[in-house]
């Protein structure tokens, strides 16, 4: 572990008699996180004039502060209005702001939870909310209506609200654990929460999404590895942003995670003045690879409630895209998405590889510009399906295959469906048919 001089400056601010072995301990450093300006300033030794610290205390009573001792030693001081760090985890008056695009809850969770902790959007998959609280409170957070709720600890009641419901919804076989940071439940309630899920006979795969080896690297213990270990296949994705949150003590951290054998994941936020670089992105992705994590998402910022001024254009989010399509490693490329309001759920956003196309050729161009065809093959017989696997000559093993009715667009595609139309609700025109 890493205890530099500015770690051991915080260090000794907030306790005279903190060692290395206090500054490593997680939960020290969750009894010592940020949670007033006043620290803010007396262990950075940043000050703020009045107007601008009346603006910050009105931020801060609707969306609270707070930082561990560790991330705010990753402040680079002397030109902190520009470092991401202190952009992505100290508040602005700039949250203030509410456009009339935003939202408290953009993506509809609320609307798709069938119990208290459940958000079921897509069909083999749930979303498991088992924290409001957080190690850091993220000034970009699509839940910012959520974390920081200190009244919302969960308890074993609640959570199991959330299991019978797995357990009684049977398409349900991918489980995603999420919050807030679910690993700032103890090891003990996250051993009993993920022995009641593995326990569940049609869950295949359990995932975690956590942002302790960003924030708090010091919270993956061996304690912590071995419990998790007890619970396979287990997916772990967390939150890396920008090349300057991988440290040695990230590194650390995920090395530990890696060498149990877990997948790692990363989703990064695409924000404007923190990331928002086709270098920027490059480098991140590369050091995640380095460290045997995969970049899974970008995402484009959500439309919660004061966050237009991290929001970019989605054309930024492209550019990036084409930085990397071609320019680094295929596995090192993140897919750009927007999680869409109103529920929609992810929609990737691709630079157009297709310029034309005629009956047997698609006309595409590359990375570099470059424009080739295509040749379509001239006698390909597609295989009808009726969705009777058991005769199937591509010999499907039926109880491998989707047992529940198709939806959207996969269910126009299908051969065994007779649906040739999606029309909204409120769509006038049948509206006229049907009267």
């Known amino acids: 572990m890493i205890y530099n001089k500015v770690q051991q ?18 939960k020290w450093q969750l009894r010592h996180s940020i949670k007033t300006l006043e620290q803010f300033e007396n262990l950075t030794g940043i000050k703020f004039e009045s107007k601008e610290t009346e ?23 002397k030109d902190y209005r520009h470092d991401p760090v202190f952009k992505q985890s100290f508040g602005s008056p700039e949250e203030l702001i509410t456009l009339k695009s935003e939202c408290t809850d953009p993506l509809s969770e609320e609307k798709d939870s069938p119990v ?118 287990l997916w772990i994705n967390t939150h890396f942003n920008h090349p300057n949150e991988i440290t040695d003590s990230s590194r650390e951290a995920l090395a530990k995670l890696a060498d149990a054998g877990f997948p790692l ?23 995640l690879v380095e460290n045997r994590v995969r970049p899974y998402y970008l995402y484009q910022c959500d439309l919660s409630e004061g966050l237009s001024h991290f929001r970019t254009p989605v054309g930024k989010g492209i550019e990036i895209m084409e930085s990397l399509i071609g320019h680094t490693s295929g596995f ?63 010999q499907v093993t039926p109880t491998d295959t989707d047992e529940f009715e198709t939806i959207g667009i996969e269910k126009l595609l299908s051969d065994a469906n007779d649906t040739i139309a999606l029309i909204p609700e409120d769509n006038e025109r049948i509206q006229r048919r049907n009267e």
């Open 332 to 394: 090192a490329r993140p897919t750009f998405v927007i999680d869409t309001p109103g529920g929609g759920g992810k929609i990737p956003i691709m630079p157009n590889y297709v310029i034309s196309r005629s009956v047997n050729k698609l006309i595409l161009r590359n990375y570099e510009g470059i424009m080739t065809t295509y040749t379509e093959p001239n006698d390909y017989q597609s295989t009808i399906c009726n969705n009777d696997c058991e005769k199937c000559t591509l």
């Open 265 to 287: 994941g990363n989703q990064s936020v695409l924000l404007a003045r923190v990331n928002d670089c086709p270098k920027i992105m490059k480098s991140l992705v590369h050091k």
């Open 55 to 77: 603006q910050l205390q009105q931020t801060f009573e609707k969306f609270p502060l707070s930082i561990t001792p560790y991330y705010l030693s990753l402040i680079r001081r």
């Open 116 to 233: 208290e902790g459940i958000t079921h959007r897509y069909p083999d998959r749930v979303l498991f909310h088992v924290s409001n609280i957080c190690s850091m409170y993220c000034r970009h957070c699509t839940r910012k209506r959520k974390v920081g709720d200190i009244d919302y600890i969960p308890s074993k009641e609640q959570l199991t609200e959330g299991i019978e419901y797995i357990k009684k919804t049977p398409q349900v076989r991918d489980v995603l654990l999420s919050g807030g940071d679910p690993l700032m439940l103890s090891d003990k309630m996250l051993d009993w929460l993920l022995s009641e899920l593995i326990r569940i006979p049609h869950v295949q795969v359990l995932r975690i999404g956590t942002r302790m080896p960003v924030v708090l690297p010091y919270r993956i213990t061996n304690s912590l590895i071995s419990i998790l270990k007890k619970y396979q296949p």
């Open 9 to 26: 400056e915080i260090a000794q601010k907030i306790d005279n008699k903190a060692e290395i072995s206090d500054w490593t301990n997680w």
